[in-house]
């Protein structure tokens, strides 16, 4: 915040969505940028596998493209090397490069950071470099600064978060339109909100990974990755979504975690959501987080969670702190330095309320028998709904019919060992439907 | 970020309500501040008016109150004065004094930087200071930060926020409980929402303050205080709620700016806002901010806007980053280093939707002769209920009925003009009502 210094020199990997809407707010916004930092930020260098390629946004004759990622690594001009290459290995290796050679690095990479990130802080903690992250969890959403810094002071008691773009997409089209899974994916898909292979963010891979990235963050602590329990959306029928509503909530792809005397539970799961939450309100392909600190409460942050103008936002909001020449903090934490191994409560332990659906036989007493398996595993029914008709096609064998209930709060083991019982009991038909649920009392 | 280091120490001014709520967090947080800064945060002196007096958090034996301000001034251990006295004069002089003698300065008092901030952040940048001010906009919710640096890389193209937690919890509890205003305002009283004398939060005075701050950190320009058109809550009825719900509209109390052109078109009021946007749905005493950047989109942050804990989470916001050693960007900009009048557009000029009852004449004719008053001042009418009788005690002079309508965009001049005309009609009985209105189009 002092007068005009050198200009900053970034070095980009990567020239796709994410680069080129980054490009362009660097260009566009150029003395804005001077203005709130003292400090002209330019790219000199970008790294590509094809540089006859057309770009979206037409490159500044003065920044020069290359295959050769020595050009950013052994650039003694270049201070900041951001990553936007996608994939695991290659940005590995080059991130690991550009902080040995003394670069700070920015990069958008939540899956590179969810799975192997605390070697990375390491190298930059030893070194005193920025390692920022800022646009790898919900795209443009200010969260990561928010984490460390304007809820710097909370103990998080929860997160709860719709990190996932492509599914929150999805899931408000089969809401407001009714429409099948299937249906909705193929249009997201037309549309440019799904990739062609959608597996990373339908199976909820995609937000497992910021949500990695966020408990790190909220507690400097590191839940194994490839324990974290994550459930995608393909199974969420209409007819869930219909009776969700029903009852006053709304189905979305949630990633949770929440410290319980110091132990960790956390997920990634289709949810009921009530309608009186912020959250069941995120429509279309934003994301948002809700964050329950111990002195501010719930705050709740709202955003487009992806595209290259978003992304790109957020990118060069850690080039501003760069810039700027704040303190490197990277991880948030410093005591320890690095994520310490989290104390988790087995998924089984974890206490919801939940949504139950099942096709049960049309006949006198089953629902007494259903209430009583779920009374012989601790569990008790809130609400329900009896179907009298099945008209949406749930009821292929007859007689049977859909019966539909919440229960109050139950461990997932219990609700578990139910569902089996009922399974096996004859008078249910069909596997049982099951989601978690969070009430209004979040 | 580095190996621990001497502890901050901070001399406290103020130990009302917020000044409890930051020493409970410094003290039940101690070990997690220390863990995001390497640093033990520590409070050695309190200012205070009465030493005697009980306070909500008890004491730590090794704080001192003090009623002598040089105590906190002339500590040379003191690296950081917290200023939470409220009032302008006293607190004036304490943070300058601070500043000169080489002391931090975090502050809440959002009266005094809206009135006269400017002087004190050109000393705090003289002495490469930090002047710092997240808790006095929205309590909890981290704006401040999120517009000097998540956001930061944007132009900023509008802010639309929720304020003042007492206004929107009074047309909250009007909106869902049919009541008229002094009675909701009588009960926020009776439950600590509002003050005994609430005139800085329902003439919109307080929610100005914030505005003007925000709009010196989203744009780094001064709207001269003074000239900020204000309107306060009192006026909204519950049949105008009413009539908005009809339309699918809420009624808030919203601070408002936006960049059109290079200039700065800005105000507080109740306004109607739809009820797809967010905004809509901030009840009680909650606040929120939504804010359109170039490059983000919309971005949308929700949280308690008062209270001792919230405020204490944002003024310990602040004391983390001084703690951590970042660089002071106290305004958001440096290049110019203080704020420079807006250009503002003129109030009249302001473009906007508008909603508009009328009490007219019950006969054959009126509504055409209103319709043809909107007419001659260029504007145009698109949505209007007409109201057959009149059982809510709006209509004393009979035979008149209400006539309730939204335009298109329309200049608040040419409204006024049209409303002058129609209240010199002679067909229309009482003073029109008109609010602003924010669509779904925002």
Known sequence: MVSPKNPLIIGMAGFGTVGSGLLRILVENKAHLFARTGRE?????????SPKKTR??????????TTNPDDLINDQEIEVV???MGGIQAPLDLIKKALNAGKHVVTANKALLAETGNKLFAIAKEKGLHLAYEASICGGIPIVETLKQGLGANKVKSLLGILNGTCNYILSEMTSKGLPFFEVLKKAQQLGYAEADPTLDIEGTDAAHKLALLIRLAWGVEYPFSDLPVRGVAEVTASDIAYAREFGYRIKLIGEAQMIDGR????????LVHETLLLSQVSGAYNAVRIDGDAVGPVFLHGKGAGDSPTGSAVAADL???ARGHTPDNTGFCAPPLPTPAAVIPPDEAQSHYYIRLL??????VLRDVAAVMADNNISIAQAIQKGDCDDGLCPESPTKPFVF????ASARGIGLALAKLEGSGFVHQKPVCYRVFTNHV
């Open 82 to 84: 951001v990553e936007l």
């Open 406 to 409: 919440m229960t109050h709060k």
């Open 41 to 49: 930020i330019k790219v000199k260098t970008i790294l590509v596998r």
């Open 320 to 322: 501003l702190t760069i």
């Open 56 to 65: 979206t946004f037409p490159l500044p004759e003065d920044v020069r493209l």
């Open 360 to 365: 049960v036989l049309d006949k006198p007493g």
């Open 264 to 271: 960790l539970e956390a997920g990634v799961f289709p949810a």
